[in-house]
């Protein structure tokens, strides 16, 4: 089976990671997909919904891998509930560096990962994501969670999408504070944001291999909207 797509260069990740990279976008009108077109590039990414697995197989034939799998979850944020959120602030400049060491940790394995990209660029790269969110550049906001002495719970950001939806970028709970019920604190300080903003929708994504995010998201009320997989050449 050929492919028919275009090729987006993505210039911030070639900058970031010092590699030529693109990504597939795939439509029915492109000219067919040839190995010379992607021979010119140090990484390609190309994301397929699950139930198209013809597509998969065409373009491991062109030398894609799969590298990850992905779940986008959406939850109807209440209008008519008042959600409270105690011990939450939006983090400013002075929380960055902290933030910063944080997220290099608890992101360190994602789907920018060897052999594609080096052992550390998947932390750098979500340092960078915590950084620019409060700065809010790739997020709009990074929400901190405190406990009552002001000691961090986690944090989430968030971005503002059209039609009174919103997407949650990244999502943690602090180093040593598992199994304290934080997720789903973060989870409601998101939907808080999102009522005084006017959101009605909230979107999420997570790794397919990220069993507790998947049952996190479950259980906060979220629905799965759709499957997919990443391969990259």
Request: glycine share 6%.
């Amino acid at each position: 089976m050929p492919v028919y797509a275009n090729i987006e260069p993505l210039r911030w990740e070639s900058d970031f990671f010092q590699l030529l990279s693109g990504r597939l976008m795939f439509d029915a009108v492109a000219p067919k997909l040839t190995a010379t077109q992607l021979d010119h590039y140090a990484v390609t990414h190309a994301k397929v919904a699950a139930d198209q697995l013809v597509l998969a197989d065409a373009l491991a034939n062109l030398g894609f891998r799969l590298v990850e799998g992905e779940i986008d979850f959406s939850l109807n944020v209440a209008s008519n509930i008042l959600i409270k959120a105690s011990g939450l602030r939006v983090a400013n400049e002075r929380d960055i560096p902290l933030l910063r060491e944080v997220a290099a940790h608890t992101f360190g394995l994602s789907r920018f990962r060897p052999p594609w990209y080096q052992p550390n660029d998947s932390g750098r790269f979500y340092a960078c994501w915590v950084e620019n969110a409060v700065r809010g550049t790739f997020d709009d906001v990074c929400l901190l969670l405190e406990d009552n002495a002001r000691q961090p719970l986690g944090w989430v950001t968030l971005r503002r999408l059209p039609d009174h939806e919103a997407r949650i970028g990244l999502l943690s709970v602090w180093p040593g504070r598992s199994g304290q019920g934080i997720g789903l604190q973060l989870i409601q300080s998101a939907e808080r944001w999102c009522q005084q903003a006017g959101i009605e929708r909230l979107w999420i994504a997570t790794q397919i291999s990220n069993v507790a995010a998947i049952r996190l998201y479950l259980r906060s009320g979220a629905s799965v909207e759709s499957t997919a997989y990443w391969l990259y050449r």
